[in-house]
């Protein structure tokens, strides 16, 4: 699939991806996933409905160096 995008879209998409360090494609594609894919998952139930609720994108994982004795303490 080819994406044509108007001079105005395409530069503040090469900014936003140049801010964040990813690519434009990169940036692109997951801002779709994240606009269609979500909406298309829709809980089964009142538990899946909860989780999905609660579930957000604060914050980062952390390497597994950081999960270790040492490096709990660093």
Do not use: K
């Amino acid at each position: 699939m080819v994406i044509t995008l108007d001079s105005a879209l395409e530069a503040t998409l090469n900014e936003l991806a140049r801010r964040q360090g990813v690519a434009p494609e990169v940036l692109a594609v997951n801002a779709l996933r994240e606009r269609f894919l979500a909406a298309a998952l829709q809980p089964l139930d009142e538990w899946e409905r909860g989780l999905l609720e609660a579930a957000r994108p604060w914050g980062v994982s952390l390497p597994n160096s950081a999960l270790s004795s040492e490096g709990l303490y660093d």
